[in-house]
T-cell receptor
Framework: AQKITQTQPGMFVQEKEAVTLDCTYD???????LFWYKQPSSGEMIFLIY??????QNATEGRYSLNFQKARKSANLVISASQLGDSAMYFC????????????????FGQGTILTVHP | NAGVTQTPKFRILKIGQSMTLQCTQD?????MYWYRQDPGMGLKLIYY???????DKGEVPNGYNVSRSTTEDFPLRLELAAPSQTSVYFC????????????FGSGTQLSVL
């Protein structure tokens, strides 16, 4: 079974500083995808970044980068130059095949980390 | 481009009532999903569909039913609502199972009292 663990219930960061949100995962399948989503207080789910298990390079999207350490099964999100608008809940998620070898795009989510950016 | 549209945004039900949460996408995606998010928690998959006429259970399907008569629509039916179904419901879609991105609707906040 797939499992995503986010061990930080809450994180605080000063505006303009960088912050790392932790995510570890567990799957026995060599082919999987890792996602980060942002959920602001308004409630919508905003896609941030994706990393495939076979990708050689760490994914980057603007101020977001994913620190992918395959051997440690970790996929930490790094936000550089934090902004007040980054205050939100952040979810790590994984797509991995089920026992039948198919995943149909289904994501397993972690419990989330609440990030608060201080001015 | 509307993306994934969910209605209603908010709803209060009495125990035992039934309702249908509507979800429509205009991106011609074959894959659609229903998730629920309990307070302070991540999302859990209720049902999913890989195309019109094909649906399957996710992690927490009890108390729900779905249908997929068209590519665009994927309604979620709650029969005999219970307080345990108080949650925020998200519909999502993707163009295939290997997609690098799921597109989410804005969510439906449901309270069962």
């Amino acid at each position: 079974a797939q499992k995503i663990t986010q061990t930080q219930p809450g994180m605080f960061v000063q505006e303009k500083e960088a912050v790392t949100l932790d995510c570890t995962y567990d799957t026995s399948d060599p082919s999987y995808g890792l996602f980060w989503y942002k959920q602001p207080s308004s409630g919508e789910m905003i896609f941030l970044i994706y990393q495939g298990s076979y990708d050689q390079q760490n994914a980057t999207e603007g101020r977001y980068s994913l620190n992918f350490q395959k051997a440690r099964k970790s996929a930490n999100l790094v936000i550089s130059a934090s902004q007040l608008g980054d205050s939100a809940m952040y979810f790590c998620a994984m797509r991995a095949p089920n026992a039948g070898g198919t995943s149909y795009g289904k994501l397993t989510f972690g419990q989330g980390t609440i990030l608060t950016v201080h001015p | 481009n509307a993306g994934v549209t969910q209605t209603p945004k908010f709803r209060i039900l009495k125990i035992g009532q039934s309702m249908t949460l509507q979800c429509t996408q205009d991106m011609n995606h074959n894959y659609m999903y229903w998730y629920r998010q309990d307070p302070g928690m991540g999302l859990k998959l209720i049902y999913y569909s890989v195309g019109a006429g094909i649906t399957d259970k996710g992690e927490v399907p009890n108390g729900y039913n779905v249908s997929r008569s068209t590519t665009e629509d994927f309604p979620l039916r709650l029969e005999l609502a219970a307080p345990s179904q108080t949650s925020v419901y998200f519909c999502a879609s993707s163009y295939d199972r290997g997609a690098e991105k799921l597109f989410f609707g804005s969510g439906t906040q449901l309270s069962v009292l």
